[in-house]
């Protein structure tokens, strides 16, 4: 168990809905990172926060975005969903930001299904 | 062109062989090198972190950078069917976190 919390396991939905991830860091950690996996494409960076700030920025489509509570658990909200948009998110966390090596805990992962 | 090239497999070997494990990279700005290991329906786990070139030991498993030749490598020793899951290489460079992933090789180990 890395620490990394995420809500829900699995989501099932139809598209042009829009859905929501939820992601707990483990204790301590300041910085949460949101990765997609999907067959074709692999693990892919969508975008990291930093103590509730936005700190760098992958290939994340316009339609997803996300947020950094105050109390440092994040959200990614999926709108407009696709067929495509079918993958695994994963949330990560780690202590700080680059200057160094940060390790990332990963979470558990949502699995989205858009039919 | 990926920045990460890492060959699918799957790779199928008998319990207490040797396995290896590669990953080519394009980008020379990469100077931390991670081997994640990930259980089916399951969030990748750290297996091993390098930084720059040199070899890493740890256990059973073995991790070498070569940054002349932008690959990097995993050995496992005496596998165990325990070691049956999919090993992703990750990169990143000095001023980000972000992660560069391969598309991950699955490995089998029978008894």
């Known amino acids: 168990d890395s620490g990394v919390t995420q809500t829900p396991k699995h989501l099932i939905t139809a598209t042009g809905q829009r859905v929501t991830l939820r992601c707990s860091p483990r204790?301590?950690?300041?910085?949460v990172y949101w990765y997609q996996q999907s067959l074709d494409q692999g693990l892919q960076f969508l975008i990291q926060y930093y103590n509730g700030e936005e700190r760098a920025k992958g290939n994340i489509l316009e339609r997803f975005s996300a947020q950094q509570f105050p109390d440092l658990h994040s959200e990614l909200n999926l709108s407009s969903l696709e067929l495509g948009d079918s993958a695994l998110y994963f949330c990560?966390?780690?202590?700080?930001?680059?200057?160094?090596?940060?390790?990332?805990?990963f979470g558990p992962g949502t699995r989205l299904t858009v039919l | 062109q990926k920045e990460v090239e890492q060959d699918p497999g799957p790779l199928s070997v008998p319990e207490g062989a040797i396995v290896s494990l590669n990953c080519t990279y394009s980008n020379s700005a990469f100077q931390y090198f991670m081997w994640y290991r990930q259980y089916s329906r399951k969030g990748p786990e750290l297996l091993m972190y390098?930084?720059?070139?040199g070899n890493k030991e740890d256990g059973r498993f073995t991790a070498q950078v070569d940054k002349s030749s932008k690959y990097i490598s995993l050995f496992i020793r005496d596998s165990q069917p325990s070691d049956s899951a999919t090993y992703l290489c990750?990169?990143?460079?000095?001023?980000?976190?972000?992660?560069?992933f391969g598309t991950g090789t699955r490995l089998q180990v029978f008894p």
């Open positions: 390098t930084y720059s070139s």
């Open positions: 990750a990169m990143s460079s000095y001023n980000t976190d972000k992660l560069i």
């Open positions: 990560a966390s780690s202590v700080g930001v680059a200057g160094g090596y940060n390790e990332q805990f």
């Open positions: 204790s301590g950690d300041l910085s």
